[in-house]
């Protein structure tokens, strides 16, 4: 399974994203660019330029004609896909660490960082892809507590929105109503990631207490616990075989100081149901910040602190894997 390398990136990867179909694929780093990728062969398409700020977001809608980017120069940016233009500014008091298109495409949460006696919110504006002009009005503004919200998802049919927090612990909002369903303490150290299954009725988060795990949306019930022997600052699932994969590596900051092996910087696969590891792919000569599946199963992308993605097909061999229980 040799690798495509996408050097597009100057500094840490923080999201990668594959559009619905699968053949595109989007990345945003600490620099200022967003950058548009064929997923099959690695050729770049285009840049998204405008913001000021690194970039921690982005998403797309379902028909790959808008892309939506948050960044830490306090604005969430609406691009067309196809040609770049920058269509509308979201300007917040804070950096915008997460966006994310509801399934229907009505619809973006963006979650915002706490900083300088602002509080973090989730807010969800309405986005009309009918006109490039959009509002500035939220349809709702969700505030967490008590601490802050670092990821977000929409669950399935967008009834919910589960948010999980600085603390580790998850909150499922109904956010018609502005009221909070459930809340749990899902991890003992910060939430770093949370990725929901197609269908939205389950979802994986990743944390800093060396766990990835699953969780059922509509109660919040944990169903799995994948343990790793470093921080994990992504998972993913895969849907053509039983595993999930989880990304991270020892803190940046001491990097320096041990090999590549030693800093644990590989792609890790684990039984869903099972639990078990089965597997590692090396690469990264630094932590992995983030991780996507193709939505057909037949590949990923990771994106290090080292700034580069690398885009994996899977060989023949993988859809035969059978586990042995």
Known sequence: MRPILLQGHTRPLTQIKYNSDGDLLMTVAKDTVANLWYSHNGERVGTYEGHQGALWTIDCNKPSTLVITGAADNTARLWHAETG?????????????????????????????????????????????STPEQTNEPTVVLRPSPSKATMAAWSYLDKYIVAGHDDGSLTLY?????????QTQAHDGTITDLQMWKDGTYFITSSKDKTARLFETNTLNPLKMY???TGVNTATMTPTQDLVILGGGQAASEVTTTSSRQGKFESRFYHKVFEDEVGRLKGHFGPINTLAMQPDGKGFASGGEDGYVRVHHFDPDYFKFKYDY
């Open 85 to 129: 233009r920058q269509l509308h500014v979201w300007e917040f008091p804070t950096a915008v660490k997460r966006v994310e298109f509801s399934h229907d495409d009505r619809y973006v949460l963006m979650v915002t960082e706490e900083r300088m006696g602002h509080k973090s919110a989730i807010y969800v504006f309405p986005v009309d892809n």
């Open 174 to 182: 109904d956010w018609k109503y502005e009221e909070v369903v459930r």
């Open 227 to 229: 343990k790793a022997d």
